[in-house]
Structure formats: structure tokens, C-alpha cells
């Protein structure tokens, strides 16, 4: 079964090479090194370039105020840096266009981005300075540092691994990422494929970008490997639960103030701002779409189907990896990575084709949807269960053996009991991926498909923004919820935030 | 081990004093954690502060290495206030080695990049000779610092944390509790190598500890530390043989302890006539040390100086025996005994008292 889901994985990667092949090397240098290609690369480059370093900068800088000064409110902005995460960078894209009309452009991509996705350093690195060892920091001090020295000496170097991190799926998102950047006008590979793909359906010159954005991929995938090498950074001894210390910022108080305003002033005030122009706007009226509650139910279906499925899968794969580890069951994990962390556009295109060439009868069928879902965010639901799975003691299973349960009982009774929150806590994120997915779900999609966000991108195209706020506060609503549980795990020593 | 191998020390040997605590006071909130403490730690001695879990020991070290500080008294290093009324010298201008409960090595750097983490800019230069050096000194293999500290065992870490510490030279090093996580066997080699390679390099050290048998032999002074206040100071005989209270003697040893009556220089208690050296008179009680009682067989037309009891349980514990023996009207009492005496349940026997009793007023 695992097997199985890891093959399937296979064809998005099989399918850029197939097709590459079959293009034939002429006509594919031809289409690859053109002047358009360069234009898409360089945007997409300095895109990468400028803004994952901003982001990982903003990130420490926030989670380190937060969890390390005596900064009053401390608390309530450690909420509402997470709260961006709720806001699909599309929706997000909209309500700056929304404020700001005249947006386009590299800079303007880079912002739009930025703050849409800074959180995903923010979170994790939250997270470890959490869990770092204060007698460590003290031990610095007590060899001579000053407390700056000891942050870029001790603390920053321990906190390469989260930032390394939430880096990489912060450039998985930039290349993967198509509603924010087509409202602002900035042309990346995504985009430049999917206007390929709505112009020539399914042209070799769309395969050929999906060929480079692939390629775009696994670059960053193998920069990160390597940035990280075999770094781990076990917390050596047992230490004592106490806290680090925080300290005063004394006269820097106002300017720390004042950047973690401007963050949540941008990042979270200005698209809800939009929203909220738009929704009172609307008034009543907006409401009484006559797709809003398709929409709504199409969603949630497709999102609770998608996150079960997804878990179900996912749990094989995720036993093999804890219970019976092997190099086998280490190539089926990975797979799913490699696989996840290609943009869900080169996944929907791979299963298109696939479909229209060997199975018709699965082209445009919400099954075929399904299992492109399940692709893109089967590790947010293998990461999940694994630690849940780690985390319960082999022996426990083995007493309720020696109390008469039969094995294949006393794993259910037990074992499944205590991984139930971690698999609910996946498929909450499978859930969150879901709603606000929107790339693939247009181009895969049967006719007459309204989800939340194919709704809401329809009427911003027809620049009815007065007619897409009810679904983006809709979208914001469904994602509130998962956020908050991120935010909560992050907080109680369990990594869930390296599979978003 | 040789001392021409150990980093020499520039200061601290004129001093008498090391470290000066006048007065300290320490709270957490509305709790009181250290009390009007005082203590000196002379220079070049090892000191060792010892009390149970809560008794503010560690606290007490925290204020010494600058990571906490006090809410009264003063504290000076040498002739200089590091911490008292207007004064706050943060732990990295103080000077001060410091080892954590667990090394706290730092997870992302080698042995080697850890043992010369607090090096000077311009020591650096002869980096590898002086982390080898460091590493002898705590008799670890040079080659070991190309190792992650997670490759190290328990004991192996704190060495590597000892060598960090004594590669900035301090005139004093503090120690928390650097020896509890370790096995018993490791625990004890360890501390001897740790107080062996300490004193080679003449530096004062502050031990904290809640073991009482660590704290009698590592140090020439304990101070014995409880509820936040400072029970006894003195060397470790002292302490032990001659304890301030009752509590105290309990806390560093076993003990056994009757009702007695004292009178110039003797006390009356169960075991008869013991000398003592209080001058306390009237109801009191008196203390011994196990090892201070001795079992004998009763035989017939014996002296009868001690006292008669008959054992009603005996334990065998390898080497010796614990004999829990029934007085005549003060109850039982347990004395372990060594040797090959074999006594049996049932058994009458003697039982004296060897030097002084110690004796505290009633309660």
C-alpha cells in the first residue's frame, strides 16, 4: 500500500521526463532557451533570492522578540504573526491590490509574499527557541560573551535547522505560487504556465517551463540538504524545564514596538482591512450569492475527503518508517517529499495528461482531484503521525499483550488510541491545504466545480472584488481554526510546521 | 597529570578571601529563597555548598556566576563588589568558570570548538596545541576534539565542560551539581579527577551538591545549607562530628539519637554514661554516629558499662550486617556492623558508645 501511494508519487516526476524525451532535444532547447524563459527566470530567481532572506530575517527577528524579551504584549503578537498563515497568499494578494491598485512588479511580489509567508520561519524557530537549553546560553556567559555575542555565537547557530527549514518551503512556495503573483502582474513560471496551458491546453512549451520549474525545485531541495549537512543538533543533556531568560530591550523598546506593529500592521491589518472595505461594501446583498453555499459544501468536502484519505494513506507509510525502519521504507518516504514539494501545477499537468492518454474515464472526475490533493499534502500527514507514532512507548502495546489482548487488538486499543491526535492534527493541515488551494484545483477540476477559492478567483477576474470577499472571508474563516491548533502544537514541543 | 601542564594562574592566590557574601537575600516573588547569608571561600580552597532540593543552593551559585542577582547583602570577588546595592556585574565580566548540572556543551559545536569557545581573539592562533592541553588536563584524549559533544558519554561531558571553563583561566571555578548525573562509579572517579585537576591549577572552587558524601570529601569547607539559610560552616570534620543542630547531623549522616541528661561534661542516656564536650546541663538530647556504637556479645560477669538489648532483625548487606536491636525501654535502634560477628535474630547483646555524644538541647 505504501508502496503504491510512493509509485503514484512517481508520475509528476516521470511525466516532466517523459515528456522531455518525447519533445525530442531540438525543439526543447528551442523552447527552453528562449528570451521569455530568461525573462521567467530571472524573475523568478530574484524572487526567490530577495525574498526568502527578508523572510527568514523578519522570522528570527519576530520569533526572538517574542520569545526572548520582556516585551509587554508579548503573548498576543506571538498570535497574530501566526495569524497570516490563515490568509491564502492570493487573498492576501488581493486585499493589497484591493489597497494599493497600482502593485506590480518584482518589489511588489516580494512584499505580497513576504508577509503572506514570513510566519513559516516565524513558527518553527518559536518553536526551538522553546526548546533550547538556557543553561547552554549561560554557559557562554559565563565564559566571557556579551549577551549579543551570545545570540550569534550559541543561539542562531542551534536555530539553523528550523530556519533552513521554513527557508526551503518558503521557496517551494514562491515557485509553486500563482494567484498572488498573476493579480499583481508579476510573471513567474507558474503563471507563464498556466496562461501556456488556458492558451495551448497542453502544449509542449508548457511542459518545457514545468521542465525548468522542476528543475528550480530540486535546486533549492538539494541547496537545503547540503546548507543543512549532517547537522542535529541534539539537546544533549537532560536539563531542567526552566525557561530561558528574557531580556530587557530598555531603550530599543520602542523600535522593537514599532517592527512588530508595522509586521502585523501589514501582514494581517491590510488584507482583513480589504476584506472588510469589500464585505461592507457588499453590505447584505453580497451574501446572497447563489453559489456561496455550493461553494461552501464543495470545499468542506473536498477537504474532508481529501484529509482522510490522505491520513489513511499516509499511515502506512508512516508505521514502516517508525516501527520497521529500512532503506526501503526510507525511498517511499522520500518520495512523497520530493514529490509534495513539487508545485501541485506540475502534479495537476503530470495527472491531466495521464489521464486524457491512458484513462479518460478519470479526466475531470473529482477523483482525479482527489488524488492530486493527496500528493501535494501527504507529508503534512506523514510528519504528524510519525511523531505521534514515535512518541508511544513500543512497551505499551507489548503490556497489553501480556494482559491477553491479541497483537493486531492491542495496536488498535492502544497504539491507535494515542496517535488519534496527532492524525487529527494532520488532517486538520491536509484540511487548511485544501481550502486554500488554487492552482491545481483549475486546471484539474471537472465543469462546475465552485470551491471557495475557484469562486473567488472567477469574480476577482471579472473584477467583481466586491463579489470575492464573502468567499476569501469564507477561505479565512476555515483556515482560522487550523492556525490556531500550528500555533498551539508549536508552543507544546511537537514539530508539525516543516511540511506546509 | 604533572602541574606544569595546567594553565598557570595569574591572580587570586594574595587574597585570603575569594569570595566575600555579606547579608545576601534572595526572593522569587513573595518567597524568601536565601536568607541573610554569609560566607567566605578562602582563596585556593574548595568549598562545598550542600542542602537538599529547594534549600536555595543553587540559587546561592547563580548569584555568585552572575546569571541571577541578589535583593540584599553584597558579594566580592577578590577586593572588588560584583553584585550588592547599585551594583550588577553580569556573569560574562566576572571571570568566573562555571559548570552546569549537565555541561550544557554546545550542541552545534566539536569538543575541541567548545573547550576553546571563550579563548581570546589572539589565543586562537595555537588553538589545537591549547585545547590538547586542556583536554589532558582533564584526561581526555586529545583526539577526541573532533567529536560531537552528543558522542561524548555523561562523565566525558563534563570533563569537556571543565576544560571550557579552565581554558579562560579563572581564578574561581563554580560547579552545580556537575557529578548527580552521572553512575556511581563513574560519579566518584570523575569528581576525584575534577578535584584533582582544580587543585593542580590552584583554582578556588565552589562545589554545590546535594550528596553528602560528595560534599565531605571534595571540600576542605562545607556549608550546609537549609530553607534558604546557611545551617553550618566548617570543615568537613566539623561539620560532620560536631554539627550545629540536630537537622544538620541528620542531613550528613546517620544518626542515632536518645533522650538523655546532661551534667558537666557526661550525659545520661540509654548507653549509660558517654562523655561530651557541651556545656549544656539538664534534658537534652544526644547523638551518636553508627559507627561510634559498638555490638559485643553479653557475657556473663562482663563489665557492664553500655547497655543490654537484644537484636529483633538482622539485614544482611554483603560486607556488613544492619542490626536493629531493642533497648531496654528507649525503643530501637539500627547500627550497621561489620566484620565477621555473626548475629542472630534473638541474640543479646551489648552495646557501648565510642568517644564523645553530641548533645542538643531538648526540644
Redesign the interface.
Known amino acids: 500500500m505504501a508502496a503504491g501511494v510512493s509509485l503514484l508519487g512517481l508520475v509528476p516526476l516521470g511525466y516532466v521526463a517523459v515528456t522531455a524525451i518525447l519533445t525530442g532535444g531540438p525543439t526543447l532547447s528551442a523552447l527552453i532557451f528562449r528570451a521569455r524563459v530568461g525573462e521567467l527566470l530571472a524573475n523568478t530567481a530574484g524572487l526567490v533570492v530577495v525574498t526568502v532572506p527578508l523572510c527568514a530575517l523578519v522570522g528570527v527577528a519576530a520569533a526572538w522578540l517574542v520569545e526572548r524579551t520582556r516585551l509587554a504584549g508579548s503573548r498576543a503578537f506571538a498570535i497574530l504573526l501566526v495569524v497570516p498563515l490563515a490568509i491564502p497568499a492570493f487573498v492576501n494578494s488581493y486585499g493589497w491590490v484591493s489597497a494599493v491598485p497600482s502593485l506590480n512588479g518584482l518589489w511588489s511580489g516580494v512584499l505580497v509574499a513576504g508577509l503572506s509567508y514570513f510566519p513559516l520561519v516565524y513558527l518553527p524557530t518559536v518553536a526551538a527557541l522553546r526548546r533550547l537549553?538556557p543553561?547552554?546560553e549561560?554557559?557562554?556567559?559565563?565564559?566571557?560573551?556579551?549577551?549579543i555575542g551570545v545570540f550569534f555565537?550559541?543561539v542562531l547557530?542551534?536555530l539553523?535547522l528550523p530556519i533552513l527549514g521554513g527557508s526551503l518551503i518558503i521557496g517551494l512556495h514562491l515557485l509553486s505560487e500563482y494567484g498572488a503573483f498573476a493579480l499583481i502582474r508579476f510573471d513567474t513560471f507558474t503563471t507563464a504556465i498556466v496562461d501556456q496551458f488556458r492558451s495551448t491546453f497542453n502544449g509542449p512549451a508548457a511542459n518545457a517551463l514545468a521542465g525548468v520549474l522542476v528543475l528550480c525545485c530540486l535546486v533549492l531541495l538539494m541547496g537545503e540538504s547540503g546548507a543543512r549537512g549532517g547537522?542535529r543538533?541534539?539537546?544533549?543533556?537532560?536539563?531542567?524545564a526552566r525557561p530561558a531568560?528574557r531580556s530587557a530591550l530598555g531603550g530599543w523598546a520602542p523600535a522593537a514596538y514599532l517592527f512588530l506593529g508595522l509586521l502585523v500592521a501589514l501582514s494581517v491589518a491590510v488584507p482583513f482591512a480589504s476584506v472588510g472595505r469589500w464585505l461592507v461594501s457588499g453590505g447584505l446583498a453580497a451574501w446572497t450569492d447563489r453559489y456561496l453555499l455550493t461553494a461552501l459544501g464543495q470545499t468542506i468536502g473536498y477537504g474532508l475527503v481529501g484529509a482522510v484519505a490522505t491520513c489513511l494513506l499516509a499511515f502506512p507509510i508512516a508505521l514502516l518508517a517508525v516501527r520497521f525502519p529500512s532503506r526501503v521504507a526510507r525511498i517511499l518516504e522520500s518520495i512523497n517529499y520530493v514529490t509534495s514539494s513539487l508545485p501541485g501545477l506540475v502534479t495537476a499537468l503530470a495527472f491531466v495528461t495521464v489521464a486524457i492518454r491512458l484513462v479518460p474515464a478519470l479526466y475531470q472526475t473529482a477523483a482525479l482531484v482527489i488524488v492530486v490533493y493527496l500528493l501535494m499534502f501527504l507529508p503534512r500527514a506523514i510528519v504528524n503521525l510519525r511523531s505521534g507514532l514515535a512518541q508511544v512507548p513500543p512497551g505499551l502495546e507489548e503490556a497489553a499483550r501480556s494482559l491477553g489482548r491479541p497483537p493486531l487488538l492491542a495496536f488498535f486499543t492502544v497504539t491507535l488510541r494515542f496517535v488519534m491526535p496527532s492524525a487529527l492534527a494532520g488532517s486538520a493541515l491536509v484540511f487548511l491545504g485544501i481550502v486554500t488551494e488554487l492552482t491545481s484545483t483549475l486546471l484539474l477540476a471537472p465543469n462546475g466545480t465552485r470551491t471557495l477559492a475557484i469562486q473567488f478567483w472567477s469574480r476577482v477576474n471579472d473584477i467583481d472584488y466586491v463579489g470575492a470577499a464573502p468567499y476569501a472571508s469564507l477561505m479565512i474563516l476555515l483556515s482560522l481554526p487550523v492556525t490556531y491548533l500550528l500555533f498551539a502544537r508549536s508552543r507544546s514541543d511537537r514539530m508539525v510546521v516543516n511540511s506546509l | 597529570m604533572s602541574d606544569s601542564s595546567s594553565p598557570s594562574r595569574e591572580s587570586g592566590a594574595i587574597e585570603s578571601s575569594a569570595i566575600d557574601i555579606r547579608g545576601i537575600g534572595k526572593r522569587y516573588g513573595a518567597t524568601p529563597v536565601l536568607e541573610s547569608i554569609d560566607l567566605d571561600v578562602p582563596a585556593g580552597s574548595k568549598t562545598v555548598i550542600v542542602g537538599s532540593s529547594g534549600s536555595g543552593k543553587t540559587t546561592l551559585l547563580r548569584l555568585l556566576s552572575g546569571f541571577d542577582f541578589p535583593d540584599a547583602g553584597t558579594i566580592r570577588i577578590g577586593s572588588d563588589i560584583v553584585a550588592g546595592p547599585g551594583v550588577a556585574v553580569p556573569a560574562h565580566r566576572r571571570g568566573i568558570g562555571h559548570v552546569a548540572q549537565d555541561g550544557a556543551l554546545f550542541p552545534h559545536l566539536t569538543v575541541g570548538q567548545n573547550v576553546s569557545f571563550g579563548l581570546d581573539r589572539h589565543e586562537r592562533g595555537d588553538r589545537t596545541a591549547i585545547v590538547a592541553e586542556l583536554l589532558e588536563l582533564v584526561s581526555l584524549d586529545p583526539s577526541l576534539s573532533s567529536r560531537r559533544p552528543d558522542e561524548l558519554s555523561g562523565g566525558q561531558q563534563q570533563r569537556v565542560a571543565l576544560a571550557r571553563a579552565m581554558a579562560r583561566k579563572p581564578g574561581i571555578m563554580l560547579l552545580d551539581e556537575p557529578f548527580s548525573a552521572l553512575d556511581t562509579g563513574l560519579r566518584a572517579a570523575t569528581r576525584e579527577l575534577v578535584a584533582a585537576a582544580l587543585s593542580a591549577a590552584g583554582v578556588t572552587t565552589v562545589l554545590v551538591t546535594h550528596d553528602r558524601e560528595e560534599a565531605l570529601t571534595f571540600g576542605d569547607q562545607v556549608a550546609v545549607l537549609r530553607d534558604g539559610r546557611l545551617a553550618q560552616v566548617g570543615t568537613p570534620v566539623a561539620v560532620y562530628s560536631t554539627p550545629a543542630d540536630l537537622a544538620t547531623a541528620r542531613f550528613l549522616g546517620d544518626a542515632v539519637v536518645f533522650d538523655a541528661e546532661a551534667s558537666g561534661g557526661r550525659v545520661h542516656c540509654a548507653l549509660g554514661l558517654v562523655a561530651q564536650s557541651s556545656s549544656l546541663v539538664g534534658a537534652c538530647t544526644a547523638l551518636f554516629r553508627p559507627e561510634q556504637l559498638v555490638v559485643g556479645p553479653l557475657l556473663p560477669g562482663a563489665d557492664a558499662a553500655g547497655c543490654v538489648a537484644r537484636v529483633v532483625a538482622v539485614e544482611f548487606q554483603g560486607a556488613s550486617q544492619l542490626l536493629t536491636l531493642e533497648l531496654a525501654g528507649t525503643g530501637s535502634i539500627e547500627i550497621p556492623v561489620t566484620g565477621a560477628s555473626a548475629h542472630r535474630r534473638g541474640d543479646q547483646v551489648v552495646v557501648r558508645a565510642l568517644g564523645d555524644a553530641v548533645v542538643f538541647a531538648a526540644s
Open positions: 537549553d543553561a547552554v549561560e554557559s557562554a556567559r559565563s565564559l566571557g560573551v556579551a549577551p555565537r550559541v547557530p542551534q539553523r547537522a543538533y541534539a539537546r544533549i543533556g537532560s536539563g531542567s531568560e
